[in-house]
Nanobody
Framework: VQLQASGGGLVQAGGSLRLSCAASGRALSNSAVGWFRQVPGKEREFVAAIRRFGTTAYVDSVKGRFAISRDSAKNTVYLQMNSLKPEDTAVYYC?????????????????WGQGTLVTVSS
């Protein structure tokens, strides 16, 4: 199973980016898929996730600004990030795991992408 995260970049505060997580070797429609982020010196933080049947979850700091979605035909999960803030700057990782697990705990995910850097300038 391989996950390929992409779409990061440099954006001004208030701008938008869309991250993509493309998978091979596993159908994301049968998995839980999450996005996490990490800054140097801090633990990896849960950002958003989508369950097998479409239920979503978000960390409070991104609610109303970020949206996670899935395109089963492309076997890809997206993270639309709007109204970006400097504190959203981090390396963003996508991960997949069993469909019924706790979405927030990184330890529950068994496959991870390589990360994509998001930098939000003030």
């Amino acid at each position: 199973v391989q996950l390929q995260a992409s779409g990061g970049g440099l954006v001004q505060a208030g701008g938008s980016l869309r991250l993509s997580c493309a998978a091979s070797g596993r159908a994301l429609s049968n998995s839980a898929v999450g996005w996490f982020r990490q800054v140097p010196g801090k633990e990896r933080e849960f950002v958003a996730a989508i369950r097998r049947f479409g239920t979503t979850a978000y960390v409070d700091s991104v609610k109303g600004r970020f949206a996670i979605s899935r395109d089963s035909a492309k076997n890809t999960v997206y993270l639309q990030m709007n109204s970006l803030k400097p504190e959203d700057t981090a390396v963003y990782y996508c991960a997949s795991g069993p469909p019924g697990m706790n979405l927030i705990a990184a330890i529950n995910y068994d496959y991870w992408g390589q990360g994509t850097l998001v930098t939000v300038s003030s």
